[in-house]
């Protein structure tokens, strides 16, 4: 019957049919196209490619639209056809997918073994397969040829720069990203150009930018460069993020305002949107220590970092019952609400296990909303009372908590409270709109009977009031995070690539008369997600707990460096962390990739002949070790690992080539932890090469190489590695991390201190204070104020001295002149001058000159300088 129904159908309707579902489907497919990541693949004589094209929300084939090509880094390199989607452009266009204007087009280098700064090169296969499915997009989509934008970070910026110089005339404009291309300027003149590198870039200098951007310029062309200050390698979440380079991508040759001034913001974190597989629990990685002065910081800020609804809310309906003149009566108060204003909020350890928390309220109003009177033969309801309370002044809500972790999260738990309204800080209204029923049951009778009720339960209202703490802790916990710290940790990574992504949870904590000591232990993902455990490692780098951490009252982060030893070995395990010795930032260790060098240390080599390619690769192969520097007070970094991987091709030859050898060199270098005052504002964590390199060297053929001659020279190679290490250290410090100060809002926190003390590297942070410096030739007078306080003072400063506040909030500063007051507002942290204006005229108050440095003097205690620190401006 079936059979016999299905060829009764024409073969004519048979293909409408299918062709009607085939559009419908089509249909639905495109409509699931719309501002959407889709995944295709292209076919060629080498097998099938993956890549991804990005659509805009509104595409549609009636316009023509831009179209970017984006070329990733070295470490998003594979074949699965999604990983050059977890960093750069594509996190960007994520965070605006409903307005991103572009098709975008996001290849992937499937080339996993090239040197790293050559994979997308424009004679390599990978590039010319990009340029393949560039095509193929633009034959399947509607695509405005003219507007072509090329982009890429890091291997893809030195790609972008090579593919521009090979095809300029196919580009609209380019946006390289951490790339170079100095020797390729001559064929990109008539291009738009807009490169972008991070100042602090250690894995590719900014130098090769800055050359390729000159030789540019010396070329007759007009491109445009922004260094970012502050900015490490991977810049692409502020670039492709930024509203101006939008817009420029869109119209290169518009009008657009030559400078553009990019830094790195304070709470920032490179975007990373593979999957956080959990791969190493690191136990006791790193301390953090709020000290009662820092929890009088962050109380401070907290009015203004609070949530506008955590002081407003609802309550449950109150029932209660009178006798009036031998009548009984129900009362019901419905439809209560409440609001406060938050004035001030006080955080202070006591003791162990208890931490206060005080908040003054101003002007908080429980309204109840409607109010029943029942009784058997009388009623009455009336419509809004407001219980107002803290008209006058504050009144505070004291409560205590436990501090304690679960699940992996710091929790608090109430364990009392205490909020008491002062007789004459409070009142109530007479409730609007009074009915009532029944003989001899008045309005007034009614309203004075309530008010004079509720001033009777002021006990009730004062227990209602506390009943708000459980909801108030419960908000305070879900604050309670640890992300920012997060990148804390990170930047302590010495290496310029591949710094692994982690998350910090609390191990333990303890609460003394001084503060909070918390342990916290660290989380690192797996490198590839793929081949992620089933359940992460265990190890225990330091068994601290909270009750042993220093009690100091600031703000103090320390750090356990051997962690390290376990993160490397992710590394090592994923054998990811190696380089070809020639993208190793200015050729420090070109050397051994050398080839007279190399010969002298193998004769063996000359026997290969002139035309053999020799290529060398840097292997992690054990973990990096943190220990003691045995001469000074800084750490020991001991490299045990460092495997270099010596290989030779002939020069028709493709892929990898042949082993040849493996040297392997073991470092111990010391170091010294400092702080760095990099401006009046800014400092920095640097960590300084100290003292003279151990090194030791051993070296041999590689398995299944047969050498006619097996000399080895292990001198030379020794030789050759101190002098590249030489090189490397000289660039500058191990590192040096700018250290922003904590932005609480109203409060900010600045790093006063670095210090190293087995096992762990500690940073402090402490009120950064404001500072008054005369320089002028007359004494300035002046009074002062804090946010919470009145006037002080007056004060006085003799000419050619300081005044320093050691405070964490804005200092109000004011000066009569002329019979009236002239205010400013002395942000945290910031130091200023009084002196003549350069044009002449009165004194006045101006942002102190980067450098100027003058002894100080209390201004709170009055006490004279000390004549040994006196300086003249």
Not at 822 to 850: C, D
Request: glycine residues 8%.
């Amino acid at each position: 019957m079936r059979a016999g129904l299905r060829h009764s159908i024409p073969k004519r309707r048979l293909r409408i049919l299918w062709g009607f579902v085939a559009i419908t489907l089509l249909s639905g497919f495109v409509e699931t196209l719309r501002a959407e990541f889709v995944e295709r693949v292209i076919k060629d004589e080498s097998g099938e490619h993956r890549y991804t094209v990005f659509l805009p929300e509104d595409y549609s084939a009636d316009k023509k639209w831009p179209v970017i090509l984006y070329l990733h880094g070295a470490g998003e390199r594979g074949n699965d056809g999604k990983r050059q989607l977890t960093i750069g452009l594509a996190p960007a266009i994520e965070k605006r997918k409903a307005t991103f204007p572009f098709i975008a087009i996001f290849p992937q280098c499937e080339d996993t073994s090239a040197r790293y700064l050559a994979g997308w090169l424009a004679d390599s296969p990978d590039a010319q397969r990009a340029l393949k499915i560039l095509d193929e997009v633009e034959r399947d989509f509607s695509i405005d040829t003219s507007r072509r934008i090329l982009t890429g970070w890091s291997m893809g910026g030195f790609g972008t720069w090579s593919i521009a110089a090979t095809t300029p005339s196919k580009w609209q404009a380019i946006l390289p990203l951490a790339g170079g291309g100095a020797d390729l300027a001559e064929k990109l003149v008539h291009l738009p150009i807009w490169a972008f590198h991070g100042s602090d870039d250690a894995a590719i200098r900014p130098s090769q930018s800055r050359r390729t951007i000159a030789a540019l310029r010396a070329a007759g062309a007009e491109p445009r460069y922004t260094e970012i200050s502050g900015g490490k390698h991977d810049i692409t979440h502020i670039v492709y993020d930024t509203d101006a380079v939008i817009q420029w991508m869109l119209d290169p040759n518009g009008d657009h305002p030559r400078a553009l001034a990019l830094r790195v913001p304070i709470d920032d974190a490179s975007v990373d949107n593979s999957p956080f597989i959990p791969a190493l629990d690191l136990e006791g990685a790193a301390t953090i220590r709020l000290g009662n002065t820092m929890l009088d910081a962050l109380a401070m800020a907290i009015p203004d970092l609070l949530p506008k609804d955590l002081m407003r809310g609802s309550l449950a309906d109150i029932y209660d019952g009178t006798v009036v003149e031998g009548r009984q009566f129900q009362i019901t108060f419905g439809s209560i609400s409440y609001t406060a204003n938050v004035w001030r909020v006080r955080l202070n350890a006591y003791r162990k296990d208890r931490l206060n928390v005080q908040i003054g309220v101003q002007n908080a109003v429980l309204r109840i909303g409607g109010t029943s009177v029942i009784g058997r033969d009388h009623s009455a309801s009336t419509g809004p009372i407001d219980i107002v309370i803290g008209h006058r002044e504050p009144v505070w809500l004291s409560f205590d908590v436990t501090p304690y972790i679960k699940d992996r999260r710091l929790r608090l738990k109430p364990v009392g409270t205490r909020f008491d309204i002062p007789y004459d800080n409070w009142y109530v209204t007479a409730p609007a709109g009074v009915s009532v029923r029944g003989f001899g049951m008045t309005r007034d009778k009614v309203s004075q009977g309530l008010v004079e009720g509720l001033y009777g339960n002021k006990a009730r209202i004062e227990q209602e009031v506390r009943g708000l703490v459980p909801s108030l802790v419960a908000a305070m916990e879900e604050k309670l995070e640890l992300d920012q710290a997060n990148g804390m940790i990170g930047s302590f990574w010495p290496l310029p690539v591949y710094r692994p992504r982690v998350r910090i949870w609390p191990q333990d904590v303890s609460t003394d008369e001084a503060g909070i000591s918390v342990v916290l232990g660290l989380t690192a993902a797996a490198v590839t997600p793929e081949a992620a455990p089933d359940k992460p490692a265990r190890q225990v780098v330091t068994n601290v707990t909270a009750e042993s951490v220093n009690r100091t009252t600031d703000l103090e982060v320390s750090i356990a460096p051997n962690i390290l030893e376990g993160l490397t070995k992710l590394l090592v395990a994923a054998d990811v962390a190696k380089i070809n010795v020639l993208d190793i930032p200015d050729a420090s260790f070109a050397g051994l990739a050398d080839r007279s060098s190399l010969i002298r240390a193998f004769p063996e080599l000359a026997s290969l002949g002139p035309d053999v390619e020799i290529s060398t690769v840097l292997h992690l192969a054990d973990p990096i070790a943190i220990g003691s520097n045995p001469n000074k007070d800084g750490m020991q970094f001991q490299a045990s690992g460092l495997l270099f991987t010596v290989s030779t091709r002939a020069a028709d030859e493709r892929g990898d080539g042949k082993q040849f050898a493996n040297i392997r060199y073991s470092v111990n270098q010391g170091t010294l932890t400092s702080l760095e005052r990099v401006s009046n504002e800014t400092r920095a964590l640097q960590l300084k090469w100290d003292g003279e390199t151990a090194v030791n060297v051993n070296a041999r053929f590689a398995d299944g190489y047969t050498p006619k001659n097996d000399t080895i020279n292990k001198e030379v190679l020794l030789e050759q590695f101190k002098e590249s290490w030489k090189r490397w250290t000289a660039q500058g410090p191990a590192s040096q991390t700018i250290i922003p100060d904590i932005d609480l809002g109203l409060t900010q926190l600045r790093l006063s201190d670095v210090s190293w003390k087995s096992p762990a590297l500690s940073v402090t942070f402490s009120p950064p204070g404001v500072k008054l410096t005369n320089s002028s030739e007359e004494n300035l007078v002046y009074e002062t104020k804090g946010p919470f306080s009145g006037w002080g003072g007056p004060y006085t400063l003799e000419p050619g001295k300081s005044h320093d506040y050691p405070i964490a909030y804005p200092l109000i500063y004011r000066r009569r002149i002329d019979g009236e007051y002239v205010e400013y507002a002395l942000a945290p942290g910031s130091h200023s001058e009084f002196r003549k204006p350069q044009a002449g005229g009165a004194p006045r108050l101006f942002k102190a000159r980067e450098g100027l440095d003058v002894g100080t003097f209390e201004a709170m205690s009055n006490k004279p300088e000390n004549p040994d620190n006196k300086q003249q401006p």
